[in-house]
């Protein structure tokens, strides 16, 4: 499965993720930043692949272009299909080192800041080793503070290696990519909680350079405002691939079941971050209108997937949905006297008693066996969505019929014209009889 997977190549049409695959063996590394030719007509103005971290000017420039060019507004945001875009891989490595505003285009190929030329070249240098396919992402680090410059992240390990060198480099890559050990100049400290990483690589991208600094402000604007400080961690990172689907944000923290994953999400934009951090963070449930995929899965397996899950939730939402009109229909025929005709929409009088009456069709229903199967002949034929789900529901509701409220002029000519009747009869009879009595006399 994972030769397969390596032996892909880049996809330039589709501006897709770059695999760095040598023609004499089949790589186990992947590059975040390769130095292979990635034309981007994105790019950011006044770049080189052979530029610094010294460099403060590399930042793309937004004068020539903003929002509706290369943000949440542009003409191709969440135009294409997301589910199977992240190419297979099986270990990710945040190196980090400074930030957005001062990385080159291509971070590997920095001049004058060894450090992560170096680690990619060790990293390259060994990938046939690894038994383990490794993508390499720098991610934003300040001294001073929790992740500071040359701080290693490794996940699915959920481990950090602190102040790595460039005098380091190789022996690091040995140790712990190769090897699978420990590095023995470091000792290894367990993350815990979620790391969220936004891609914000200006000046590799435009459209990241846009998109990724509102979505980490907002990331950290909810983090705050929740109380989720220490549980929650989110910081900018490098090309991680799939340019146009920006903002793309990776998350990794631990599942239900406990296994560290890794799930990456396209076109997300600031006020989907909220249910981001209640729905998968929160709550472990993948949010499927945004996802790309998951580390260790292949594009196929990922499309499966998600399909499963989208099948599951239909069965679970056609389930709930028959449950929730059944027990609505029984209260409706186990109703007692009508309360009102704004209520119900009317009751019909019987017998002088009464009671309110039931759409002939609804009763035939809900005393039919054959609820449950309307509703497995619903997910069975495509497995409709919940919103489809939740639009046949309200029509099933609207479909209640109750009998009209009888008028005022018809209740009197049903019940009380007789009585009337009766009473002038009576009447006359009286009379009649009075009559007959004066005469006698």
Not at 152 to 165: K, N, S
Not at 233 to 255: E, L, M, Q
Not at 294 to 300: F, S
Request: charged share 25%.
């Amino acid at each position: 499965m994972a030769t397969a997977a390596r032996d892909r190549t880049y996809d330039a049409s589709s501006s897709s993720f770059s695999l760095f695959a040598a023609p004499s063996s089949s790589s186990p590394i992947v590059i975040s930043d390769p130095l292979a030719a990635d034309p981007n007509p994105h790019q950011a103005f006044g770049s080189s692949a052979s530029g610094s971290f010294q460099n403060e000017g590399l930042l793309a420039d937004n004068s020539g272009g903003g929002e509706a060019e290369f943000g949440f507004l542009r003409a191709e945001f969440r135009t294409s299909q997301l589910a199977g875009t992240v190419e297979f891989y099986e270990r990710h490595v945040f190196l980090c080192y400074k930030n957005p505003a001062v990385w080159p285009p291509r971070i590997e190929a920095a001049e004058f800041d060894r450090l992560p030329r170096l680690l990619y070249a060790a990293v390259m240098a060994r990938r046939g080793d690894m038994r383990k396919e490794t993508r390499l992402t720098i991610c934003e680090g300040h001294d001073g503070t929790e992740t500071s410059n040359g701080d290693v992240l490794i996940f699915p390990d959920m481990i950090r290696y602190r102040r790595l060198t460039h005098f380091d480099v190789d022996t690091f890559v040995e140790e712990v990519l190769v090897k699978d050990g420990e590095w023995l100049p470091g000792t290894p400290e367990t993350l815990r909680g979620s790391y969220v990483f936004v891609c914000s690589h200006g000046s590799r991208d435009r459209r990241c350079g846009v998109c990724g600094p509102p979505l980490i402000s907002r990331f950290r604007e909810e983090i705050d405002l929740h109380g989720l400080q220490g549980k929650v961690s989110v910081r900018p990172c490098s090309h991680i691939g799939g340019h146009k689907y920006a903002g793309n944000v990776i998350i990794f923290g631990s599942s239900i079941n406990k296994e560290v994953t890794g799930h990456w999400y396209g076109y997300v934009a600031p006020e989907d971050v909220p249910q981001l951090l209640e729905q998968h963070i929160g709550r472990g449930e993948i949010v499927d209108w945004l996802w790309r995929g998951q580390m260790g899965l292949l594009e196929e397996q990922q499309k499966k997937s998600q399909e499963l899950r989208l099948q599951l939730n239909s069965e679970s939402n056609v389930e709930k949905t028959s449950t929730e009109l059944t027990q609505t229909n029984v209260r409706g025929m186990n109703t007692g006297p009508c309360r009102s005709q704004d209520e119900f929409g009317g009751c019909c009088q019987e017998n002088g008693s009464n009671s309110c009456c039931q759409n002939t069709m609804l009763i035939d229903r809900i005393s039919s066996p054959d609820l449950n199967a309307v509703a497995t002949q619903a997910t069975s034929e495509k497995k409709k969505s919940s919103s489809k789900l939740l639009l046949r529901r309200g029509k099933a509701a609207s479909a209640r019929k109750f009998c009209s409220m009888p008028t005022w002029s018809e209740s009197w000519e049903r019940e009380d014209t007789y009585a009337a009747l009766a009473i002038v009869c009576a009447a006359v009879s009286v009379g009649v009889a009075y009559s007959c009595y004066k005469h006698l006399r």
